[in-house]
């Protein structure tokens, strides 16, 4: 439509030009003078003259009529064309703000469906996150660490109690390697006593202290083991409970719209999110990431 009117424009600025041109011309003059006035001498020349001039005139004349003619036809199918692109415009902003209502209401339905579907996965995430949670085990410390906890021993529970663990067994490493050297100590006194025959008069409390040290010592070796046990024991269960989740991860709904989102990145004209209107785990990253890389283009201007 804008092309149309454009045109047009042209064209009554070029006939404006043309009339204007065509009145300009000194036929007009000639034709009103031989018109009102009669030739007062008249011969062979000055009447071949005339005619000549009419002629030349009259030709003239119907070349700007004919020109005004055409651009006047070319003008009225221009303006026929552009009155019905105007109907079809009308009639094509109804059907878009309805399409553009219905769109909406689609977006709409699909966020709650979306919103539906995400607390649904969820729910059944946290079924396996919990699936050990207030269960008892073999392991006094499993069970020990597990016992305060608020929900039991979820994944993130468990996840946590990593901290505990980690500490405990290097608590455990530093007592039994304390324990070790001092048990080491007065080991070899005893043991050299005994290869030389040659008994000092420490010896009875050198073997006294080997033989407490001894008990510490296995008791220390025997806490270390069943702490490290505890603690494997713990993250295999979080490994188990991952693989559950890893496995459900294909039918979470973010999974969807995001391969929906990337085939349509496939063609630039389309905007996946004005689309779809959903905000997914990735889309909020890959958005985030921008911004922080804007930031630090405009840090650097």
């Not at 059944?124 to 020990?144: H, P, Q, R, W």
């Not at 390697?177 to 025959?197: Q, R």
């Not at 004005?274 to 890389?293: A, L």
Request: hydrophobic letters at 30%; aromatic letters at 12%; glycine letters at 2%.
């Amino acid at each position: 439509m804008n092309n149309l009117f454009s045109t047009i424009n042209l064209l009554d600025a070029y006939m404006f030009e043309l009339k204007k041109l065509s009145q300009s011309q000194e036929r007009h003059a000639w034709r009103e003078l031989t018109a009102n006035r009669e030739l007062t001498v008249k011969n062979n020349f000055i009447l071949k003259t005339n005619e000549r001039i009419e002629r030349t005139s009259k030709s003239n004349y119907e070349e700007f009529k004919n020109e005004l003619r055409r651009l006047q036809s070319h003008r009225s199918v221009l303006l026929k064309q552009a009155n019905e692109l105007r109907a079809e415009y009308s009639d094509l902003s109804v059907k878009k703000k309805e399409a553009k209502e219905e769109h909406e209401n689609n977006k709409n339905t699909l966020k709650k469906e979306y919103e539906l579907c995400v607390e649904k996965w969820n729910y059944i995430s946290k079924g396996f996150e919990a699936y050990y949670a207030f269960k008892d085990c073999d392991l006094e410390y499993v069970n020990m660490w597990m016992r305060h906890l608020r929900e039991g021993g979820t994944l993130k529970e468990i996840t946590q109690v990593f901290r505990i663990a980690n500490s405990a067994v290097d608590d455990a490493n530093r007592d039994f390697n304390d324990i070790k050297e001092e048990f080491k100590l007065y080991k070899d006194l005893v043991k050299i006593a005994h290869d030389t025959k040659v008994y000092s008069d420490s010896f009875s409390s050198d073997k006294a202290k080997r033989d407490q040290l001894k008990k510490r010592h296995d008791e220390a070796y025997n806490k270390r083991q069943e702490l490290k046990a505890a603690r494997s024991f713990l993250y295999d269960r979080r490994n188990e409970l991952l693989g559950y989740i890893e496995r459900i991860k294909p039918f979470h709904p973010d999974t969807m719209i995001d391969t929906l989102y990337e085939m349509l990145a496939l063609d630039h004209k389309s905007e996946a999110w004005f689309i779809f209107g959903i905000n997914t785990t990735k889309q909020k990253i890959r958005h985030w990431e921008n911004k922080q890389k804007q930031k630090r283009s405009e840090k650097y201007v």
